[in-house]
C-alpha cells in the first residue's frame, strides 16, 4: 500500500495534514491514517469559536474498527467545520485531502505550522 502524500501539505505524528493559508489552517487527517481506520462511519467535529492548543484532541473519528481523537496540529480558534463530512463521513476517505477535511482554525501561533513534518519526513515515518 502506498499512501499520498501532497508535497504541499504539513504533517503532524499522529496522522493530521495542515494547509496554511494566510493566517487560516485547513486540518484533516492523512490519506495513511484513513486506510489505518478503515471504513469512517462517524466524525465529531469542534465547536465553532472553540480555542485550541497544538496537541489537544478537538475532534473524533470513529471507524468500524475503532475510535480515534483527533490532535490540532497548532492553537487557534476553530473558525469553520465541515458539516459535509458529518453528512457523509465516507468523505474522509475518499477525499482525505479534499472533500474529507474537518476544520479550519484562525491560527494564534503560526510558528508552530513549521515544527510540523513535510511530505518527504512524512513518508518515511510511515514507510511510503
Same mark, same amino acid.
Given at each position: ?18 494547509? @496554511? ?18 471504513? @469512517? ?10 480555542? @485550541? ?7 473524533? @473519528? ?67
Amino acid at each position: 500500500m502506498s499512501s499520498k502524500v501532497p508535497t504541499e501539505l504539513k504533517y503532524a505524528k499522529s496522522h493530521e495534514w495542515l494547509r @496554511v493559508e494566510g493566517d487560516v489552517a485547513t486540518i484533516g487527517i492523512t490519506d495513511h491514517a484513513q486506510h489505518e481506520l478503515t471504513d @469512517v462511519v462517524f466524525v465529531e467535529l469542534p465547536t465553532l469559536g472553540r480555542k @485550541v492548543a497544538a496537541g489537544e484532541a478537538c475532534a473524533v @473519528v470513529e471507524s468500524v474498527k475503532t475510535a480515534s481523537d483527533i490532535y490540532s496540529p497548532v492553537s487557534g480558534e476553530v473558525i469553520e467545520v465541515n458539516a459535509l463530512v458529518s453528512n457523509q463521513p465516507d468523505l474522509v476517505n475518499t477525499q482525505p485531502y479534499q472533500g474529507g477535511w474537518f476544520y479550519k482554525i484562525r491560527l494564534s501561533q503560526p510558528e508552530e505550522a513549521s515544527k510540523l513534518m513535510g511530505a518527504p519526513e512524512y513518508a518515511q515515518s510511515i514507510g511510503a
